[in-house]
């Protein structure tokens, strides 16, 4: 697991230290074209390490543009010339030389590597030595800024491999062992001290601990959890003594999941990713063979043609065209974006849904636990006269004790500790309606009305007079009474929605709670369109209604229950990254900390992206397109031709990274 998490902040370079964006998209980690090394461009060392190369190649090229132009020296002439030109040349032209020779040798002649060559090395074909080590130069220069930039695109990534540690303190006989985490066993207890990140998903034994979970989160604010609640690899324990129990095998832990969902996160292509990649494979042979017709067909149409002249012109050609400010902004762009989005605890499984969420039309959520916090308390206990109040009250929580729903938990937490005594036979959960079970030979429902309604039984209450979630009850095919269960609205929620509106998204509420609960909700936080009393196939047809305007729907869900629905829209969201593997496995993205206010962001943070990725594109097609003209007619030189290529690239390169500054 180590060495594949160590694949996500590695980059494709070439031996210059530079990044090879070719190789990025055309060759895959195991087709024998590896030159993984893992940068950190943290340290100035390392950065100057990586620059070294281009800064020997530029003092000697200063000095050889002095002697030529400003200081004649006598012996710099022929030979000595052509010799200290070829050496300002090496320490930037033997990388590229070599990767463009692996990459023929694996049958991808047309690499951007090939191109850079090619034009330099006809550059000193034609005497044009300085010119010749310059766009090499200003290549190696333009890659290196490239490494950079990817490396910072990728630190969050980096800091989230940092929050696992590879070690843990076991308990066992009362002491503490220190063990590797990856063989520690489900059932070990781990001993956190004080400011230590706990290595593997557990359970609290300690009665109450503070932990920090800006790491998987993006929330700064410490979580306090109970004795019997869940904690999470990457949390970091307060300033107290902590116990947990393991829970989850080191290689499954949530942190696991995560990181494996952002590795995979780079292979899901958006739309214009995958057409620079197809792109670049047809532009680049094309270029290579338009510049050799450049360079030939002139002596059938041109009197007095100089093959030294037209040789320019087609090697200027080259450089101008070469694909590389498209190939690594366009992709780097999106990966600052998925970037950006992580930083804020908000992961996307594809750059392509970045670019999905940038023309959602309606966002239809779900009520509990995403717009409300899904913490229940039980307000009133209504049972009929003639039967046992508190002996119904515990049947009702054994029952419950099957559900993992909310209403479960708030039921446990209202009557206590569940009476073992009680047998239940022939336990049943009925989608969308409640539990029911067989209990000293009879039968016990638990759920909404619409579960009475199914069993034919009776009772003399108007369900929609009671404003709060209602939990009907019959015991022995006899109405037994109610439980009415109240959620709090999230703090975040009406800001939520007014976002959304203001990004001309429509709002749509859709829950299986009672209609005017959900109208109720609805109301408080300014949403129009809501609708209660839904099974999920019932969410189904009314997110096709949707689909059916030829509209874009995002549905924002737990994950599990509405896994239906989340696979009909155009983008899945699951809330609570946290607390359900199911959230990770089914939605598109997940939002870490539950707060509603990330779906607007996430929203905003598609625009953006897909925003820059064009800008760039834009960009590198008409500064292209105009040099190119220029260079075919003989009006540019290789100086404009470094430019057009290695100068549009930076450009591109310092846009794609703004994303990363952005404040959402």
């Known amino acids: 697991m180590e060495h594949t998490e160590e694949k996500i902040i590695k980059k494709k370079t070439n031996q210059s230290g530079c990044c090879s964006a070719h190789e990025e998209h055309h060759h895959t980690d195991d087709d024998g074209h590896d030159h993984d090394h893992d940068h950190e461009h943290n340290a100035d060392g390392n950065v100057f390490q990586m620059f070294l190369p281009a800064i020997i190649s530029f003092i000697l090229l200063l000095i050889g543009i002095g002697f030529d132009n400003y200081f004649p020296q006598s012996w710099f002439s022929g030979y000595v010339r052509i010799g200290w030109y070829i050496i300002a040349y090496l320490p930037v032209g033997i990388p590229v030389l070599k990767e463009a020779y692996e990459s023929i040798t694996k049958g991808d002649v047309f690499s951007e590597f090939f191109l850079m060559c090619i034009a330099t090395i006809g550059a000193f074909a034609i005497g044009e030595y300085p010119e010749g080590v310059a766009v090499m130069l200003f290549y190696t220069i333009g890659e290196?800024?490239?490494?950079?930039?990817?490396?910072?695109?990728?630190?969050?990534?980096?800091?989230?491999?940092?929050?696992?540690?590879?070690?843990?303190?076991?308990?066992?006989?009362?002491?503490?062992?220190?063990?590797?985490?990856?063989?520690?066993?489900?059932?070990?207890?781990?001993?956190?001290?004080?400011?230590?990140?706990?290595?593997?998903?557990?359970?609290?034994?300690?009665?109450?601990?503070?932990?920090?979970?800006?790491?998987?989160?993006?929330?700064?604010?410490?979580?306090?959890?109970?004795?019997?609640?869940?904690?999470?690899?990457?949390?970091?324990?307060?300033?107290?003594?902590?116990?947990?129990?393991?829970?989850?095998?080191?290689?499954?832990?949530?942190?696991?999941?995560?990181?494996?969902?952002?590795?995979?996160?780079?292979?899901?292509?958006?739309?214009?990713?995958?057409?620079?990649?197809?792109?670049?494979?047809?532009?680049?042979?094309?270029?290579?063979?338009?510049a050799i017709a450049i360079c030939l067909l002139p002596m059938l149409f041109v009197d007095h043609y100089i093959f030294s002249d037209w040789l320019y012109r087609a090697l200027v050609f080259l450089v101008i065209s070469c694909p590389c400010a498209l190939v690594i902004s366009i992709p780097l762009g999106y990966f600052g974006g998925i970037g950006a989005a992580s930083k804020n605890g908000i992961l996307f499984k594809g750059s392509n849904f970045l670019d999905s969420i940038s023309t959602i039309q309606n966002v239809v959520m779900d009520k509990t636990g995403t717009m409300t916090e899904g913490v229940f308390k039980v307000q009133e206990v209504i049972i009929s006269e003639d039967l046992d109040k508190e002996e119904i009250l515990k049947l009702v929580n054994a029952l419950e004790s099957q559900s993992t729903h909310p209403v479960a938990t708030a039921i446990h937490n209202h009557v206590g500790a569940i009476d073992s005594s009680i047998e239940l036979k022939n336990v049943e959960e009925i989608s969308g309606h409640g539990l029911k079970a067989e209990i000293n030979g009879k039968e016990l429902h638990v759920g909404n009305f619409k579960l009475m309604d199914k069993?034919?039984?009776?009772?003399?209450?108007?369900?929609?007079?009671?404003?709060?979630?209602?939990?009907?009850?019959?015991?022995?095919?006899?109405?037994?009474?109610?439980?009415?269960?109240?959620?709090?609205?999230?703090?975040?929620?009406?800001?939520?929605?007014?976002?959304?509106?203001?990004?001309?998204?429509?709002?749509?509420?859709?829950?299986?709670?009672?209609?005017?609960?959900?109208?109720?909700?609805?109301?408080?936080?300014?949403?129009?369109?809501?609708?209660?009393?839904?099974?999920?196939?019932?969410k189904v047809n009314k997110l096709n209604d949707i689909k059916a305007k030829n509209q874009t729907v995002a549905f924002v869900g737990d994950g599990v229950n509405d896994a239906p629905v989340i696979a009909l829209s155009t983008v899945g969201i699951a809330m609570g990254g946290l607390g359900s593997d199911a959230t990770i496995e089914t939605a598109d993205i997940v939002i870490q900390d539950d707060k509603p206010s990330k779906i607007p962001m996430a929203i905003n943070i598609g625009k953006q992206t897909k925003k820059i990725v064009w800008q760039n594109i834009t960009l590198a097609f008409v500064v292209k397109a105009f040099v190119l003209i220029l260079g075919a007619g003989g009006l540019a030189t290789m100086w404009e031709a470094v430019f057009a290529d290695v100068g549009v690239a930076l450009l591109a390169i310092l846009n794609a990274v703004r994303i990363q500054k952005m404040k959402f």
């Open 144 to 290: 290196n800024f490239q490494g950079l930039a990817v490396s910072r695109a990728k630190s969050n990534i980096k800091s989230l491999l940092d929050q696992r540690p590879d070690e843990v303190n076991i308990i066992e006989n009362n002491v503490a062992t220190k063990v590797k985490a990856a063989d520690v066993k489900i059932g070990a207890i781990i001993q956190l001290k004080a400011g230590e990140k706990l290595g593997l998903d557990g359970e609290l034994l300690s009665d109450t601990a503070s932990f920090n979970t800006a790491a998987l989160t993006g929330e700064s604010k410490p979580a306090t959890k109970v004795k019997g609640e869940t904690v999470l690899a990457g949390m970091i324990n307060g300033n107290t003594i902590a116990q947990v129990k393991v829970t989850t095998d080191y290689k499954d832990s949530k942190l696991s999941r995560i990181l494996e969902m952002v590795q995979n996160a780079t292979t899901k292509k958006a739309p214009a990713e995958l057409f620079i990649r197809k792109f670049a494979k047809i532009y680049t042979p094309i270029v290579v063979y338009l």
């Open 455 to 538: 069993f034919n039984i009776k009772y003399d209450l108007d369900p929609n007079s009671v404003i709060y979630t209602t939990i009907a009850i019959a015991y022995d095919k006899k109405f037994a009474g109610y439980l009415t269960i109240a959620d709090e609205i999230k703090e975040d929620a009406q800001e939520t929605v007014s976002k959304l509106k203001a990004l001309g998204v429509k709002v749509t509420m859709l829950s299986g709670d009672k209609t005017n609960v959900v109208q109720f909700v609805a109301d408080k936080l300014g949403i129009t369109n809501a609708f209660g009393d839904l099974l999920p196939e019932d």
